[in-house]
């Protein structure tokens, strides 16, 4: 049972490539959630998804897009990178339910760009 | 829109001193979340507080949801240098509806802890 998995787990990139975050869950998670980790700023959601097909903006969206075409995966991607985007960037997963549920957190992705 | 706020920021303390993060937020929360993440780690879900009042213990930690479900506190008593890290909480993002699990992380208070 690997939890809550994310590819990969450093990065460095020029400004302007684009690249895509994989994070995949084995706990049949409803809810998955895209963070980005900056110092100082705690955690701050970029977007989320309540189930598959279906994804939704959080706190700080712009830049990014994501899909989860499959229950278990939820993409992360950057069309266009630019140095403010360098940071940690942390997928996480709960059940889905009326009151909130721990979330599980992956490993995170440490991406820089140049 | 919905802050949470940790107090403070840094805390560093000499092994088997106490240890006191404190949470507050800008509207009523129905629950509160705590996590720890060590360096260079990933966050890890502690507890979570629902009741107005609430006291939970984890061995030494000690966490409490205030009356007015509107602050919390994590109290760690003789502090290890295994409870090093960052210490979270997290309230609901409702905005008004539900919140589909989406959480409002405070900035976190980072623990160092010297032998």
């Known amino acids: 049972n690997a939890g809550v998995t994310q590819t990969p787990k450093f990065r460095v990139l020029k400004t302007g490539q684009s690249m895509t975050l994989l994070c995949a869950q084995d706990?049949?998670?409803?809810?998955m959630y895209w963070y980005r980790q900056d110092p100082g700023m705690g955690l701050r959601l970029i977007h989320y998804s309540v189930g598959e097909g279906t994804t939704a903006k959080g706190e700080v969206p712009d830049g990014y897009n994501v899909s989860r075409l499959k229950k278990q995966n939820f993409l992360l991607g950057l069309e266009s990178a630019a140095p403010s985007q360098t940071s940690v960037y942390f997928c996480a997963s709960s059940y889905s339910s009326f009151h909130n549920q721990p979330q599980h957190f992956g490993d995170g992705t440490r991406l820089s760009i140049l | 829109g919905q802050q949470v706020m940790q107090i403070p920021q840094y805390q560093h303390v000499q092994e088997g001193e106490d240890f006191t993060t404190y949470c507050n937020s800008s509207?009523?929360?129905?629950?509160i979340q705590w996590y720890k993440q060590r360096p260079g780690g990933h966050p890890v879900f502690l507890i979570q507080l629902v009741k107005s009042g609430e006291v939970k213990k984890q061995k030494r930690l000690t966490f409490q949801f205030g009356e007015a479900k509107k602050n919390s506190s994590l109290h760690i008593t003789a502090t290890q240098t295994t409870d090093v890290g960052t210490y979270f909480c997290?309230?609901?993002?409702?905005?008004?509806?539900?919140?589909?699990?989406?959480?409002?992380f405070g900035q976190g208070t980072i623990l160092t802890v010297h032998p």
């Open positions: 509207t009523t929360l129905s629950n």
């Open positions: 997290a309230g609901p993002r409702n905005a008004g509806g539900t919140s589909y699990g989406k959480l409002t």
């Open positions: 706990m049949n998670h409803e809810y």
